[in-house]
């Protein structure tokens, strides 16, 4: 129980440069209370003591503004900033070392039975305001935008933005790292700043760049299968012959 204590206390003082003592941290902070608190709840609703786990919930509810069923299933290093506003649903699952901020819901869509909330994998942040909404994945490392509204999957290591959230950035598939790169070799300097661009002209330049990369890629394609067809060889042999 301790070493889950001073995991949870390191993980503060990791992701809060506002932290400035233990005893701060512990006496003032109440995404930390609510998780002591959701802990001790999630065991009540696991051993079927399920009025008793609602009970301490709405206490802790009472007590830091942040609302987090005890049937939701958290992981650890979970770190709750400011907090309040904040609601988890009663499906919901959250992964390891995973950050939200104030104002975030982690919500169902749906009256039915069964899955109905989010599930967070490792290394989520989910921004100020922000809803998530629906028994999707946000995958390992992705991004939720302050405000943002999320109601599909997220993949691992993306960030979504916007109402309703739209993917502007995925580590994955790196397809900033791809435009770079076309931008480079076609001699357009000034891509660099398109990040910071009105948002239509900033789409415009990626869709154009994403157009390039994807001719090249099919041209390349097209190459290695004339290669492998020995088509070339052949076109050779009737020029020597001439």
Known sequence: ?????????HAIFERDPAARSVW????TYP???AIWWHRLA???WNTRLKWLARVISHFSRWVTGIEIHPGARIGRRFFIDHGFGVTIGET???GDDCT?????????????PGKRHPTLADDVVVGA????????TVGQGARVGSNAVVVKEVPAGCTAVGVPAKLVKCKDGKPEDRRRETADRIGFATYGVAENMPDPVARGIDAMLDHIDTLERRQDELERLVRAAGIEQGAERETEDA
Not at 24 to 27: D, G, H, T
Request: positive net charge; glycine residues 14%; contains cysteine.
């Open 42 to 44: 999630h065991r009540c």
């Open 92 to 94: 919901t699952v959250i």
């Open 24 to 27: 701060e941290v512990i006496f």
């Open 1 to 9: 129980m301790f070493a889950r204590l001073k995991e949870d206390l």
């Open 100 to 112: 939200i901020y104030q104002g975030v819901t982690l919500g169902g869509t749906s009256w039915n």
């Open 129 to 136: 305001g922000a809803k998530v909404l629906g028994p999707f």
């Open 31 to 33: 995404g930390l209370h």
